[in-house]
Each structure stands twice: as C-alpha cells, then as structure tokens.
C-alpha cells in the first residue's frame, strides 16, 4: 500500500495543473492514468497545435446548469495567468482569430511546460494505470489500480468526460461520483458536427469541403458568425460545432448564408447592372458554385435571368438564403465530439476549493463537471482555472 497525500486520477490538462500546484503547496502528489501518454486530449487538440487559451475567456463563453459557478474559478486564475506561465517556459505561440492562442510548433510544448511543472513540484505521474475501485477510508481514500493501491487524504476525480473513446475516455469519473451519491447531470456530445437526414445527404452530395462564412442560429436564439464545412457526412465548421452545444434532437438550426450584404438590395442592384444575366450566374458571384448549383437542381431557386424574378421571388429566394432552415439527424457523437455536455453538478462542489461539499477530501475538476466552453480555447482555461483552484486546497 502506498501512502500519499493527493491522488489525482486522469493525467489531462486540468490533472496535471491540480497536480503541480499541490506539489508546490508540500504536498506528496500521485497522478494515476491508464493511458500510454500524458495529456493525450491535449496532444491531437488544435490540429496538433493546441488552442491552449482564449484571450477574451470569461463566464459567458461557458455553459453551466448554475451560471455563477463558473466565475468564480475564472477570476482567481485567468488566461493571463496561463500565458505569463507559458511565456515563462519560453513557449513560442501565436494569435488567431477571436482571441484564440496556439502554439508555433506542437501541442507537446504545452505537455511538456505541465510535465515540467509537475517535476519541479516533485508529483510522480504513473501512465498505464488504470484505477479500479475507489473507496472511503477513515482518514480519507483508498484507490485500487490495475499495479497497487493507494491510499490518500484527498483524492481529486479529474477524469474527463466521454469523448473520444479511442484516447481511452471512460465514465470512472461519473461512476465515482454516484458511487458517493453526487447528481451527475445527463451527458451528451458537444462542440460535435451534425449529420444529416438520408435526403439531405442525397441533396448535398458534391459539397464536401464547401466552407461558407455563416451565422449559425440555434432555437434557443443562440448565434454563432464563423465558417460552415460541408462534408461526407453533414455539417461541420465552427459554426456548426459552435451551435451543437445549444442544438437538441428534433431542432433545427438557422444559417444565414451571407451575413454581410442583404441579398433583396442585392438583386435590385442586378436587375439594373446585370438584367440578362441568368440567376444561378449571379448568384454564383456570391455564394460558392457548386452549392448554387445544387439549389439549382432541386429547383430550390428559378431558372430564369435576374430580370425576370418576380417580387415574391425575390422576398422568398432572400428569406431562403438569409434563413436557410436544416434539422439534423443527430450528431457525430462522442467519437469526434471535443466535449461532454453535462456531468457532475456543480451545485455540489465548493466553487472556490471545487471539494464535494458532502465529502471533505474529494475533489472533482475538469470535463467530469458540468460546465463547458465555447470552442476556441475555453475548454482548456477552465482546465487550467480549476486545476489551479483545486490544488490550492487539496
């Protein structure tokens, strides 16, 4: 039996941060994971590269069952304490759109500066280790793995959430927290593209790879302005993944097609500088070919020159493209989902310590919680935030 004072279970972004700042606190810390590498979500995020912050995090960039949950662990380590951390190890990034941070090289450096972290610290990280059973001790946890058994005074569930089943997501985490008889919220795919109905998909063959500049709606009133991306499957971009966080099953979703011109003016201005000019011609001009074409062929606009359109067709063809209206099949699921919706609620967590409140020593951080992030870097402030909050005090 091995005796620590901190176990942490899951060697992710929000483990190895909780970890390293035990370890500076004195603190003997174990971090316990079955997989061969630390930080594996971390490894393949950004396209390799790690959208590791967002310069504009803030409460209203998460979802959360209790909205003020989430501000008071943002406030107490920022995206500003995460960079000066960066920018201390030396880490080469740079900015993108909407305030999004990556890295230059791979999202190995931001493993690595964690890994760092908890070296100096004095954590010992323990790969291949899968736990088994956890349970409570008298004077705090015991926890049997797949090598040995540990036991702890507080033990910290940061275990992720169920997406990406292939990187080893499991739902220990969930499972620990009914075991010591915490509500976990109902779970659910997000930030996740959507697929599409047998006749849509028939529809949109061809359009694969077609990206458009969008504002995508919800019918909750939520609106997100970035690229759509048409692909074998259905619908992805940005935009697309923004929304399914906000998109339930039997909803549809709202795409205005040209955000910045109004398509009525447009056509006026057509029916006086281009007359003879066929429709799906012009309309080519501004929307890409091949989707035109596709309108075109299911006689969804007229086939007719831009001054014979009449004004209801105009009225209906600016309400289509300005309003076009999909219902999803569902989504891709947890396989490519980059979040879990749901989790743990966090109306049983100290927001300021994130320790059970009907269970001292027993921590619960990260995706197993029921908060999640716009894409764009959010994820994985919250990641560093409650890290950082938890191992202040576990």
Known sequence: ?????VIVIGAGAAGLMCAAQAGYRGRSVTVLDMGKKPGRKILISGGGRCNFTNENASPENYLCSNPHFIKSCLSRYTQHDFIELVDRHGLAYHHKTLGQLFCDNSAQD???ILLTECEWAGVNVTLRNEVLSVEKADTGYLVITGQESYSCESLVVA????TM???????????IAEQFGLKVLPTMAALVPFTLHQHDKERFTGLSGISVPCIVSSEDGTS???NILFTHRGLSGPAILQISSFWRAGQVVTINLLPELDLTEK????RETQAQKSLKNSLSTILPKRFIEMLHESKTIPDCNVNQLTH????????YIHNWQIKPNGTEGYRTAEVTLGGVDTDELSSKTFEVKKAQGLYFIGEVTDVTGWLGGYNFQYAWSCGFAAGQYC
Do not use: C, H, N, R
């Open 110 to 112: 931001i493993v690595d």
């Open 159 to 162: 275990a992720g959430g169920l």
């Open 224 to 226: 997100f302005k970035e």
């Open 267 to 270: 056509l006026a201005t057509w």
């Open 165 to 175: 089943p292939k990187l080893g997501a499991t739902p220990i985490g969930y499972k």
């Open 312 to 319: 209801s067709q105009i009225d209906e063809l600016a309400d």
């Open 1 to 5: 039996m091995t005796q620590v004072d």
